[in-house]
């Protein structure tokens, strides 16, 4: 059938409309979001216009930026199911320090530096490996003990990181090979667009292709929503919450793998706040901590609002501890707008 | 009607449950046939939301026997009742407020597109809001548009919804705890009709009530529960007000019933 489905169907059976785009458009949080960031963009690129609206500042804004993309494309699932997870950030290191521990093992003289693809790749497998299995213990300590997402991932939040440092006795290891650095860390691909961003940028379209159109995703949204609602209809809440903590971690994963190539260390020290950062943008980004809605572009958007603040400020010569005021306003602002919407919808 | 009318479709034989030292169900059994509505009354704790989510696989009795179609079931989840074509309504409204009406109609039996993007997961939202806004507009739901959160819709559309999702999806029988319990008088009305249509299409409708005049409307038997048991049972064309009462009450019991 090929003709209007808001008109009259085959058995003259009156069907109901959607709802205008323009309604759908001006109704999505992820609409006025967007024009915070185009607002900023615009304000610094008029502010620094030799300096803001460059290529380079753009490669190495996507680059900083990358990493935090996939913790936070994970941390959108779990957001959505009404969920926390505060563990990304270690797992992350975790994930890098079992990866890079492997690849020195299996190099001579416990030096990966000139390490080849062989190791490399056993490095990658190594590094999702162990993300996907703290995303598991993660996941089954939620949905099958029933433990709160806030309590179980404080307490991997420590465990991870404890694990890590117990793999090389608290220091980084410094020995990445240097064939993964070049590629996968400084690399660029396609005329100048950085492979550590191809890679955020694939594994962002997947997931928001996951999280929109498919059934996983529904399921995702329908657990958040109404949790109780999704087990009567049959759906598996268990499994769904337990893949998604799974997926996380796994995301963690890569992260930590791509963190490595970029810094050349496994950087214990460095993402004491990824967890916070991520959890941040997904917020900013229109998705509600208490679940049933959000979306994989609003979180882009979010992770990308403190990057260019920072960046502005930088290169317009604010001091960029206003950044974090800045961002913290932002973001309790993001809240109080969802908390709004929420309460108008419920007195209806 | 065939002679098969007067077999019970769905019969459950001296159920049990405790919730730890709290016995909702003592030996209740409870019967329904194709092409009737049941009203399921009783004060409240006398086990009917016990005794229905044991029908529906929400919960499983301590003993007792459940029969459907005149064989011995288990109904360990709700999948198990559903595969049975036994759909519930449920009085704390079932439904996911932030998902629109389309996808509540589908949750848990999503459409997915044809060929190999259906095999990744791939969901057919234009078919499931094609099918769903025609099977609301089939069982008398308005709606203003077909892809709002639900939790933005009245009490009473909300409900609609829910019971239209139970409807759509039944083949035998359909169990609505407390389905008119938010609506106004215009909605109730119309939820009262779908229950007739339903039963009119040869289904089994178990309605949960504690509106009397609406159970005597609306069924065509009544069943009576009372501290976990079954205490009486009526033609709802013979019984009055009086009785139904007196039943709930305790101050009349019928010796054949439990």
Known sequence: MTTDESTVDTNGVHTIERQSLRTRLLTANTFWIGLVLLGLVIVFSVLAPDAFPTVFTAQTLLIETAVLLVLAVGMTFVIITGGIDLSVGSVLIFAGMVSAKTMEAMSPNGNALNAGWDVILVGLVVAIAGGTAWGFLNGFLIAVAKIPPLIVTLGTLGAALGAASLINNGSDIRTVPTELRNTLGYGTSFGGIPNLVLVAVVITAVAAWLLHTTRFGRHTYAVGSNAEAARRSGIGVTRHLTLVYLLTGLLAGVAGFMSLAYYGSTTISAHATDNLNAIAAVVMGGTSLFGGIGSVLGTVIGVFIPAVLKKGFNIVGVQDFWQMIAVGAVLIAAVWFDQQRRRARNRL | ?258
């Not at chain 2, 239209?164 to 008088?185: C, H, I, N, Q, Y």
């Open chain 2, 1 to 258: 009607m065939s002679e098969t009318a007067n077999e019970p479709l769905l019969e459950a034989s001296e159920l049990t449950k405790s919730y730890g030292s709290v016995e909702a169900l003592r030996g209740a059994s409870f019967e329904v046939r194709a092409g009737e509505v049941v009203a399921l009354i009783g004060d409240n704790g006398a086990g009917k939301s016990t005794l229905v989510k044991c029908l529906s696989g929400v919960e499983q009795q301590d003993s007792g026997e459940i029969f459907f179609e005149g064989e011995r079931v288990r109904m360990d989840t709700p999948t198990a009742a559903r595969k049975l074509g036994i759909e519930t309504v449920y009085q704390d409204l079932a439904v996911a407020p932030e998902l629109d009406p389309a996808a509540n109609l589908f949750l848990g039996r999503e459409l997915r597109l044809p060929g190999f993007l259906g095999r990744l997961g791939m969901l057919d939202k234009r078919a499931m809001r094609k099918r769903a806004s025609q099977e609301f507009a089939r069982l008398g739901v308005t709606l203003q548009s077909i892809d709002v959160p639900i939790g933005s819709l009245s009490g009473g559309q909300r409900q609609s919804v829910a019971v239209a999702r139970s409807v759509v999806w039944a083949s035998k029988v359909v169990f609505m705890d407390e389905p008119t319990a938010a609506l106004g008088v215009v909605q109730r009305e119309r939820v009262l009709n779908v229950i007739r249509k339903v039963r009119d299409q040869g289904m089994a409708v178990v309605l949960i009530s504690h509106n009397m005049p609406e159970v005597l409307a609306v069924a065509d038997r009544v069943e009576v529960l009372r501290l976990g048991k079954r205490v009486a049972r009526f033609t709802a064309a013979d019984a009055t007000l009086e009785d139904l009462v007196g039943a709930m009450t305790g101050a009349l019991t019928q010796e054949d019933a439990a």
